[in-house]
C-alpha cells in the first residue's frame, strides 16, 4: 500500500502539458533575441504584404471595375498622363494589404503569445478571430451603405446643373479612405473587450458614459468621412454607437 501511494504522489507530483508548454514559454530570451524574433516576424509579414500587393496588381483592373459599382455609371477622367497607372498601385497596395491582413497577425500572434499568461493565450484567439471578421464586416458595410449613400447625395445635388465626371484619383482616394477608416471603426468591440481583460475598465463604467460615447461617435463620424454630407456621418456615428453597446453587451458576458 505505501509503494502505490508513493507512487500516486509521485504521478500528481509530474507537470501537466500546459504546465510544460508555460514553461517553454516562460523561457527568458535577451534583448538581442527579442529584436531577432521581431525582425523575423516584420520580414515575413513583409513578404506576405508584397505577394498580396502583386497578386492584386495583376488583377487591378476587375478590382478596380468593382470598386467603381457605387458610383452607378458616373464617367471617370484621367486628368494627368500616368493618373491611372499610379491609382492602380495605390488599389493594389489597399488590396494587397488587405488580403494578407491574416498573415501578418499571425506573426504579431506569434510574437506576443510567449509573453502571455495562459488566462490570456486562451483568450488571444477569439479576439483575433473576432477583429479579423469585424475588419470584413467593416468594409462591407462600406461598400453597401457609406459609399452608396454618400455618392447618391453627391451626384443628386446639383446632377440637373453639372455633369458628372469625376477624377480616377479623387474618387478612390475617398472610396479607400471610407473603406478602410469604416474597416477600422468596426475595432471598437475588440478595443473594449482588451479593456475589460486587463482590468482598466468594466461594462458598468461603460454603460455609465454613453453620453459621452454619443458624443464621440457623431464626432468620430464626421472626422472619419472624407465626404461633408449628414447621410454617411450619421451613417457611420450610427454604426459607431451600435458597436459600442454591443461591446458592453459582450464585457458583460465575459464577466467582466
Given at each position: 500500500?505505501?509503494?502505490?501511494?508513493?507512487?500516486?504522489?509521485?504521478?500528481?507530483?509530474?507537470?501537466?502539458?500546459?504546465?510544460?508548454?508555460?514553461?517553454?514559454?516562460?523561457?527568458?530570451?535577451?534583448?538581442?533575441?527579442?529584436?531577432?524574433?521581431?525582425?523575423?516576424?516584420?520580414?515575413?509579414?513583409?513578404?506576405?504584404?508584397?505577394?498580396?500587393?502583386?497578386?492584386?496588381?495583376?488583377?487591378?483592373?476587375?478590382?478596380?471595375?468593382?470598386?467603381?459599382?457605387?458610383?452607378?455609371?458616373?464617367?471617370?477622367?484621367?486628368?494627368?498622363?500616368?493618373?491611372?497607372?499610379?491609382?492602380?498601385?495605390?488599389?493594389?497596395?489597399y488590396?494587397?494589404?488587405?488580403?494578407?491582413?491574416?498573415?501578418?497577425?499571425?506573426q504579431?500572434?506569434?510574437?506576443?503569445?510567449?509573453?502571455l499568461?495562459?488566462k490570456?493565450?486562451?483568450?488571444?484567439?477569439?479576439?483575433?478571430?473576432?477583429?479579423?471578421i469585424?475588419?470584413?464586416?467593416?468594409?462591407?458595410?462600406?461598400?453597401?451603405?457609406?459609399?452608396?449613400?454618400?455618392?447618391?447625395?453627391?451626384?443628386?445635388?446639383?446632377?440637373?446643373?453639372?455633369?458628372?465626371?469625376?477624377?480616377?484619383?479623387?474618387?478612390?482616394?475617398?472610396?479607400?479612405?471610407?473603406?478602410?477608416?469604416?474597416g477600422?471603426?468596426?475595432?471598437?468591440?475588440?478595443?473594449?473587450?482588451?479593456?475589460?481583460?486587463?482590468?482598466?475598465?468594466?461594462?458598468?463604467?461603460?454603460?455609465?458614459?454613453?453620453?459621452?460615447?454619443?458624443l464621440?461617435?457623431?464626432?468620430?463620424?464626421?472626422?472619419?468621412?472624407?465626404?461633408?454630407?449628414?447621410?454617411?456621418?450619421?451613417?457611420?456615428?450610427?454604426?459607431?454607437?451600435?458597436?459600442?453597446?454591443?461591446?458592453?453587451?459582450?464585457?458583460?458576458?465575459?464577466?467582466?
Amino acid at each position: 500500500m505505501e509503494d502505490v501511494s508513493e507512487t500516486a504522489i509521485a504521478i500528481a507530483d509530474q507537470p501537466s502539458d500546459d504546465d510544460a508548454l508555460d514553461e517553454i514559454d516562460d523561457v527568458e530570451m535577451s534583448l538581442f533575441d527579442h529584436l531577432e524574433e521581431l525582425r523575423s516576424r516584420v520580414f515575413y509579414a513583409l513578404i506576405a504584404v508584397i505577394i498580396g500587393v502583386i497578386g492584386c496588381f495583376a488583377v487591378v483592373n476587375k478590382i478596380v471595375a468593382l470598386l467603381e459599382i457605387p458610383a452607378q455609371g458616373v464617367k471617370f477622367l484621367q486628368l494627368a498622363p500616368g493618373e491611372y497607372f499610379f491609382v492602380s498601385i495605390k488599389v493594389a497596395g489597399y488590396s494587397g494589404l488587405l488580403v494578407s491582413s491574416p498573415a501578418i497577425l499571425y506573426q504579431i500572434v506569434r510574437f506576443i503569445l510567449p509573453g502571455l499568461t495562459r488566462k490570456e493565450k486562451r483568450a488571444i484567439a477569439p479576439i483575433v478571430f473576432g477583429s479579423s471578421i469585424l475588419f470584413v464586416l467593416g468594409i462591407v458595410f462600406a461598400y453597401q451603405l457609406l459609399i452608396p449613400a454618400a455618392l447618391n447625395f453627391f451626384i443628386s445635388y446639383g446632377g440637373d446643373v453639372v455633369e458628372q465626371f469625376w477624377s480616377i484619383d479623387r474618387y478612390f482616394e475617398f472610396v479607400l479612405l471610407l473603406l478602410f477608416s469604416t474597416g477600422l471603426a468596426f475595432q471598437i468591440p475588440v478595443i473594449q473587450a482588451l479593456l475589460a481583460l486587463t482590468g482598466i475598465v468594466n461594462s458598468a463604467r461603460m454603460l455609465a458614459g454613453w453620453r459621452y460615447v454619443v458624443l464621440g461617435a457623431v464626432i468620430l463620424g464626421a472626422v472619419l468621412t472624407p465626404s461633408t454630407d449628414p447621410m454617411t456621418q450619421s451613417l457611420l456615428a450610427g454604426a459607431v454607437g451600435i458597436l459600442y453597446f454591443g461591446g458592453i453587451f459582450l464585457v458583460k458576458a465575459m464577466g467582466k
